[in-house]
């Protein structure tokens, strides 16, 4: 409701439409939209829920459940895949992005706040805030969990939002890609060097 109310405002009439796109490429999780009284639509803008996966298994586990042993005393490792934010989030976010903008509408990216942490302190990228108005088109709501003593259990927390755009978010991907391994200009002058006396010498 936080993120659907920030894209279209509150009042008038609002539906949320799962699983919206021409393909599996630009196949939007949400789509927040508003229309009249003759079912016309309004406006509409999108939503991607942004999570992360595990490499390894939990298989080791689910069978110990099956079976009834202790599943505590396995020893079984398994971390985060971090190299999918890379792979595959940021990517489909530009892409997605970058359509929607073309249509004058916003994409709203709901991500985990320890995701996002991440992110940042690689020192591989850092998602700026758009400070042109005009220009927001991706907009990241960063959610964390705490725990509610009184009733025991977990809840979502909006911990904070980022509006910015599609030409930072880009900008600050492709830094992130080859920030770590571009070599200073000196050393990349004498691969090049190097390489062109290799080639010379071996025409001769």
């Known amino acids: ?12 009439n609002t539906v949320r439409i799962p699983e919206v796109g021409p393909g599996v490429t630009y196949s939007l999780d949400w789509i927040v939209a508003t229309y009249d009284e003759d079912l016309r639509l309004l406006d509409y803008h999108g939503i991607e829920v942004q999570a992360i996966d595990i490499t390894g298994s939990v298989r080791p586990y689910f069978e110990a459940y099956l079976s009834g042993d202790a599943w505590e005393h396995i020893e079984h490792r398994y971390g985060i895949n971090w190299a999918n934010v890379y792979k595959r989030m940021l990517p489909q976010l530009l892409a997605k992005g970058a359509m929607l903008a073309s249509y004058g509408k916003k994409l709203a990216v709901i991500i985990q706040d320890q995701l996002l942490a991440y992110i940042g302190r690689t020192g591989r990228m850092d998602i700026e805030v758009e400070e042109d108005a005009t220009l927001v088109n991706l907009i990241f709501f960063s959610y964390r969990l705490r725990f509610l003593h009184d009733g025991n259990v977990y809840t979502l927390e909006l911990d904070r939002i980022i509006p910015t755009s599609s030409r930072k978010l880009e900008a600050a991907f492709i830094a992130g890609l080859i920030g770590p391994r571009m070599p200073p200009k000196e050393e990349f002058d004498r691969i090049v060097a190097d390489k062109m006396i290799e080639v010379i010498n071996s025409q001769k």
């Open 1 to 12: 409701d936080q993120v659907a109310t920030h894209l279209v405002g509150e009042g008038g």
